[in-house]
């Protein structure tokens, strides 16, 4: 785990990901040329927030539980559904 190519890798397909054009890019690109500046900014930090969320849910294993516990994963989907329905 400690050998210096193992984490060249790691670390350049990471890089990869990250500089690769997605759904969050587009998604800002058009709420910024939609609205101007001041939204896409609002729209960015979003994205990145939800990243956030979604990381710091796997870093405590929070994802690991919801993919192998059904029920789990059931009453987050529930959850979330009601709140789409409130919105």
Known sequence: MADPLFWLVFFS?????????????LYVIS???SG????????????CSGALV????AALGISAI?????L????V???????LLYL
Do not use: E, Q
Request: with cysteine; glycine share 10%; proline share 4%.
């Open 54 to 57: 979604h990381v710091a849910f």
């Open 13 to 25: 397909a990471a890089l990869a990901l990250n500089l690769s054009p997605g759904p969050d890019l």
């Open 66 to 70: 919801l993919a192998t516990s059904a």
């Open 77 to 83: 989907k529930y959850v979330g559904a009601a709140y």
């Open 31 to 33: 709420r910024t040329l």
């Open 36 to 47: 101007g500046r001041r939204i896409g900014i609002i729209s960015a930090c979003g994205v």
């Open 72 to 75: 789990a994963f059931t009453v």
